[in-house]
């Protein structure tokens, strides 16, 4: 692959809930959303194989595009993590996450609705939980609704995977 081709795009129907503080799926104008409340940290988790032909050099840049269900100002953090599932890697009866990594402190689009795109860097090896092409991996997307301001859900729209 080169740098900046997709490795994985992940849509709100392919969200695997948690058991607890799981954001919600909704509809906005027919498009699927998932609702990540403003007040209480709701997470959308996401699994896929990391395509054979990820070079795994220098890492990889999640994208998320995003709208506002009502806030029109201040602010919105967003928090993502790796697990590599991979061979004899990760036991499925535990989670095995890597540091979350951020992007804080966005201003939200100024028209409730209006999608805004907004990205984190993550470093090949232990900020991606080491995943390598060919592994099996989740990714886990958190609103860190405790340290941002903006009011109302923080909807997801698409969360697109590049190679960096």
Known sequence: MASGDTLAIFTPHMNEPTTANFATLDLRNLHPVLNH????????????????????????????HYAMASAVADTIDWDLAFERIGDRQQDLDSD??????????????????????????????????????????RVKLN???????????GQLVFLELRET
């Not at 709701?42 to 054979?52: A, L, N, R, T």
């Not at 890597?98 to 993550?122: E, K, M, R, Y």
């Open 37 to 64: 409340d403003d007040t209480t940290n709701e997470y959308s988790v996401f699994s896929d194989v990391m395509p054979q032909n990820y070079a795994g050099t220098t890492g990889i840049t999640a994208y998320i």
């Open 96 to 137: 095995g996450f890597a540091a979350v990594q951020s992007v804080d402190n966005t201003t939200v689009p100024a028209t409730s609705g209006l999608v805004d795109v907004v990205s984190i860097a993550f470093t090949d090896g232990a900020q991606m939980d080491s995943v390598a092409a060919g592994d099996g991996y």
């Open 143 to 153: 609103r860190d609704a405790a340290n941002d301001d903006a009011t109302g859900d």
